[in-house]
């Protein structure tokens, strides 16, 4: 149709994002939470997030750019190390992080992990917090992460924490990440909590940190999902006269 026609030429225009070198064209790729949401069953389902990597290295979608594996939430074990870091959950991710980093990597793919903004994400893992953030990016660096979808689902959704993510925390991550001098994306989700568009959400800030950001609802396992986000775009950011960053509909899953 005309207007699904006009939607793909407009997003396919250049846009001004985190001036680091990354993310110069839009990220494809494939993110657990689609899929399996909060599903940590592995007696039942223990290579959920494997055989996607398999499908992106060996089934062409690597070479039309679908290139990140990206690891939601609930990958983290219940409770952290002496130090105060994260640790990945070995009974799900028996490979442990480094191998799996290495992995990815040797096959020309990009890892992507999520962390969340509070005390505890979803499901009770340990979240970042203000005095954990230079750990957790140096944390994830040192795993060899490339990119970081970084949540604030319980606090960015509320009037004064707007204030305090926009303009204190979301730029804290952001500078935590630069000194790790790692090449690692800043995937933003805090737009979403405030409706997505201008003016409750500043993008030329959110230009100046974040390398993508996120405006609407997870992608579901459904055409009908796909359609309706599409849909929002078209209405929204089409027509809202900003562009300043990649603003993904979510990754989309390889064909079962």
Known sequence: ????????????????????????TPPMGWMSWERFRSNVHCVNDPKNCIRYFYRLAEDGWKNLGYNYLIIDDCWSFILRDNGGRLLLDMFRFSLGILKLARYIHDCGLKLGIYANLGTHMCFGFPDTTLDKIELHTQTFASWGVDMLKFDGLDECQYDLWEYICCFMLYPLVSKALNATECPIAYSC??????????????????????????????????????????????NNICNDGTKALWRPLSLRPPAR
């Not at 207007?3 to 396919?12: E, R």
């Not at 800030?205 to 993508?212: D, F, N, Q, T």
């Not at 996120?214 to 309706?228: A, G, M, P, Q």
């Open 1 to 24: 149709s005309f207007n699904a026609t006009a939607f793909f030429l407009v997003m396919a225009l250049p846009a001004l994002a985190l001036d680091n070198g990354l993310m110069r």
């Open 189 to 234: 989700s805090w737009p979403v909590y405030r409706g997505g568009l201008p003016p409750s959400v500043n993008y030329t800030l959110l230009g100046e940190i974040c390398s993508l950001c996120r405006n609407y609802e997870d992608i579901k396992d459904s055409w009908d999902s796909v359609l309706r986000i599409v849909d929002w775009f078209f």
